[in-house]
């Protein structure tokens, strides 16, 4: 009975959201009334919508995004899946706040060197990187690098050492590849505010990666202001860094995936190289290119499709086809994870048992996906 309903005004008040909250989450799909006035269009709540409100409340204020408040409405009762969002979303919150600490570190040192300034050079920074595992992890992030002249900052690899990792970082701003590589001994903090990171220009990441190629089981890597050195196997190149700020990357790199699914690489690139395709004008420069639209079921099986309204509960999201088959090369040959969360996310490509090495596609818009 209609006595029995909230008013949208009763909701907002009894569950802290705002009228125009109320309405935005009815036009998302999130939250929609019990009734309808078809003369009117005022909305009416079932007494029953106000714990999904009041929790819906909850969410919104610790900032979960809109893709995973769906998914902790929706999800099943006693499934986990709520449970899973939530905890995904406390690791993003944390990791953010460990790198908002590292920024103020070094806010501070660069306002201490504003203020107390010195004339002496910093020293270099050295630690010793296992070969094999740097050249892989070069091979892993090349070819994300950027090449358009108007963005010089991304036209090279980022080398940034954080503790025992040293992070290499590429991105063109359509894809991000990001790859780890573990010290035999943890890199200890600058000397004399000395470089942690750099950016290697692409021709140095290209010597360097034929350099590793020697054979020898290790290579020396020295971070100097402006510059960057690497040894091994009785060799040696050096050169010039790029002189600029990279983005900050920790930030595009923290996701919150609502669906994972692992495949074989072999298999994701032959359903990509035979599958359908449509061209879209999603290219760096504004030009067309083949776009590839994935879709998970709720089967849990990937597939590429052409179009056609997908299954309730299907999840989509269209990606440059160019830009997926050159991450899988740097994905390996063996097990993907592919993390999905809908067609306005970014899609993840993961190698299975390496966390730290990983692909990111922005997704292309297609009109009738969102």
Known sequence: MESDLRSIGELARDSGLGVSALRFYDGADVLTPARVDPQTGYRWYAPGQLADARLLCRLRRVG????????????????????????????????????????????????????????????????????????????????????????????????????????????????????????????????????????????????????????????????????????????????????????????????????????????LRGAVESGATRRLPSGPHGEDCEVTVLTLGRDGRLTVVDGGDPAPGDVRVAVNRDFLLDALPAAGPGQLVLELTGPIAPLAIRTAGRDGTFSILMPVRVPELV
């Open 64 to 267: 979960l995004p809109l893709a995973g408040i769906r998914a902790v409405l929706g999800a099943e009762p006693g499934s986990g899946t709520a449970h899973q969002v939530v905890d995904a979303h406390l690791r993003h919150l944390e990791a953010g706040l460990a790198d908002a600490r590292r920024e103020l570190s070094l806010i501070r040192t660069l306002i201490d060197q504003r203020e107390n300034p010195v004339t002496a050079t910093p020293a270099a920074h050295t630690v010793t990187v296992p070969a094999r595992e740097l050249a892989e992890a070069l091979g892993a992030v090349r070819f994300a690098v950027g090449s358009d002249p108007e963005v010089p900052v991304l036209s090279g690899v980022l080398f940034d050492l954080d503790g025992g990792l040293l992070r290499l970082v590429a991105t063109d701003r359509y894809r991000m590849a990001l790859a780890e590589v573990p010290l035999p001994v943890p890199a200890p903090g600058a000397p004399d505010g000395g470089p942690t990171a750099a950016i290697v220009p692409t021709a140095l990441v290209d010597g360097i990666r034929a350099l590793l190629g020697s054979g020898a089981e290790h290579a020396r890597l020295t971070l100097g202001p402006g510059s960057v050195r690497v040894e091994t196997g009785g060799h040696r190149i050096e050169g010039a860094a790029l002189d600029h700020d990279y983005p900050d990357y920790r930030s595009l790199v923290r996701l919150d995936p609502v669906h994972r699914v692992g495949l074989p690489a072999a298999e």
